[in-house]
């Protein structure tokens, strides 16, 4: 994980021994930002068995035993089409009021990893346009309130679930 990605992160760390956090992507690759919410009740998702995962599952129909107070996705929306079914389930994990953070590649950030995990688009990668991500929070009636931006070559995100 590149140190702009993780500043981001460190924005939002907590230590709450009550707060819960789940990371879909969490397969450690180049870092990770478990430290920041170390002592949360933390569990890391990935398709793939290995570093820092905790789960073996997918983003897109994983569901937590209850709902969780945040979401995190690290640098993995690049690198699968289905980034937005997976964000949308993001969102529908939270508790009222939780709070979804991400970061991924956006314009001008050469590749970087291609998709590995799914046999029918192995290869596949592309980076994100902000507007496609805000247009994803905007018309998702779980969320309540949302920021997307860029910074560099990273977006950036947090979405905030509807608190009814």
């Known amino acids: 994980m590149h140190d702009q990605a993780y500043q981001w992160f460190a924005k939002f760390e907590t230590h709450a021994p009550d707060t819960t956090v789940i990371e879909v992507g969490s397969k450690i690759v180049q870092g990770t930002i478990r430290p920041l919410f170390e002592g949360t009740r ?9 570093d820092g995962v905790d789960v073996v599952a997918s983003g897109i129909d994983y569901t937590p035993d209850a709902p969780v ?3 995190l996705s690290p640098e993995m ?6 980034w937005r079914e997976i964000f949308a389930n993001c969102i529908a994990m939270l508790k009222p009021g939780g709070l979804f953070i991400a970061t991924m590649a956006g314009p001008g950030r050469a590749p970087h ?18 507007g496609d991500l805000a247009y994803v929070f905007a018309f998702n009636d779980l969320v309540e309130d949302y920021e ?6 990273d977006v950036r995100c947090w ?4 608190a009814e």
């Open 42 to 50: 933390y569990v890391g998702i990935d398709p793939q068995a290995g």
């Open 69 to 71: 107070d945040i979401v």
């Open 77 to 82: 929306a690049e690198h699968t089409p289905f």
């Open 113 to 130: 990893g291609v998709n590995i995990d799914d046999p029918d688009k192995r290869g596949w990668y592309a980076n994100i346009e902000p």
């Open 148 to 153: 997307v931006d860029q910074l560099g070559e």
């Open 159 to 162: 979405a905030r679930k509807c």
